[in-house]
């Protein structure tokens, strides 16, 4: 059965947004080069986005990570299953995440990323959901700030579906309930 999807911020305001944090990217760090390091899967969409609205030279790099949890909250276990290709060092770094939910994986990963030297680091992230913050993460540039709500779309996915859709969307209760009344039985590595 195919999900019920509901728009949540519609594609033009996404957009619109990401152009806004591109400009602010842009004037931030005029003079200077910015290396964006997208987090993958979820902030592939974003990053690319982003960087088409960054004025100053921009250089990327991916990084994938995998948390120990079930499929709708992390543990805050966080692993590295693809490390950057390049280095960080003296660079000017602008992480770039999909979504901030409880923390945890930014909270482990910002100090791990510190540690290799770039000359700064910040972060931007799409959406973050302030209610279910458990470990504290600085965003230096952000979207929007959303409801405690599962989304989906712009990168996001519930399980391994909807990251094409052009907006942020939220699968209705209805049809995630089933699945996600099953979910805590069913830890695991899941990749974010
Ligand atoms: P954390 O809880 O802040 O560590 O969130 C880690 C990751 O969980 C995010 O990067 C997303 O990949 C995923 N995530 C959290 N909330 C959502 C959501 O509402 N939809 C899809 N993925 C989510
Ligand atoms: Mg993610």
Do not use: W
Request: with cysteine.
């Amino acid at each position: 059965m195919a999900d019920k999807i509901s728009v949540l911020i519609p594609e033009e305001e996404v957009n619109a947004k990401i152009q806004e944090l591109g400009a602010r990217i842009s004037e931030d760090y005029a003079g200077k080069a910015v290396h964006l390091i997208c987090i993958l899967k979820g902030g592939v969409f974003f990053a690319c986005e982003l960087a088409k609205h960054i004025t100053i030279p921009v250089s990327l790099d991916f990084m994938q990570v995998s948390s120990y949890g079930n499929a709708t909250s992390s543990s805050g276990i966080v692993r590295i299953k693809k490390d950057l290709d390049d280095s960080m060092e003296g660079k000017e770094v602008v992480i770039v995440e999909d979504i901030i939910d409880s923390g945890r994986t930014l909270h482990y990963l910002i100090p791990v990323l510190k540690q290799r030297n770039p000359k700064s680091i910040r972060l931007c992230a799409l959406l973050n959901k302030p209610d279910r913050r458990e470990a504290e993460v600085q965003i230096d540039y952000l979207g929007f700030d959303i409801p405690d709500e599962f989304v989906v779309g712009y990168g996001l996915d519930y399980a391994q579906k909807y990251r094409n859709l052009p907006f942020i969307g939220v699968v209705e209760p209805d049809a995630a309930g089933e699945e996600a009344e099953a979910e805590p039985e069913k830890k695991g590595e899941t990749v974010e």
